[in-house]
């Protein structure tokens, strides 16, 4: 199963600093044989997930003793912030910008509209 994410008013791009939406999104029962979960870059190209990482704004964390994946997005100017937290996968290699057992893309809008339907 894919996930594809469309953070509604997040827009990931290297030249500006995020725009935060006040959500917590929780995958659970995730199968990293089958599973992977794809953000959309709304309004910018594809990303690694070390390109993304690196961005303003974008912190990922592996939380190993909790079994998870989690993404943070920084607050934006209301004090929002958003999250994405993945149970069930753990080995984030942030000099690489790998994982041990998750599969995450970061696609332009273009690229994923054509097979997933509108993403708002």
């Known amino acids: ?49 070390k390109e993304f990482a690196a961005l303003e704004g974008v912190d990922v964390v592996n939380k ?10 920084n607050k934006d100017s209301s004090g929002a912030n958003g999250e994405l937290y993945i149970d069930g996968v753990t080995g984030y290699d942030a000099d690489a910008g790998t994982f041990d057992s998750l599969v995450l893309e970061i696609k332009s809008e273009t690229e994923v509209g054509s097979t997933s339907g509108d993403l708002g």
């Open 64 to 73: 190993s003793f909790d079994g998870a994946i989690q993404i943070l997005f």
């Open 1 to 49: 199963m894919t996930f594809f994410l469309d953070f509604c008013d997040i827009k990931l791009s290297v030249a500006k600093p995020l725009l935060i939406v006040q959500i917590k999104i929780t995958l659970t029962n995730f199968d990293s044989a089958n599973d992977k979960v794809v953000l959309v870059n709304k309004d910018g190209s594809s990303l690694t997930v």
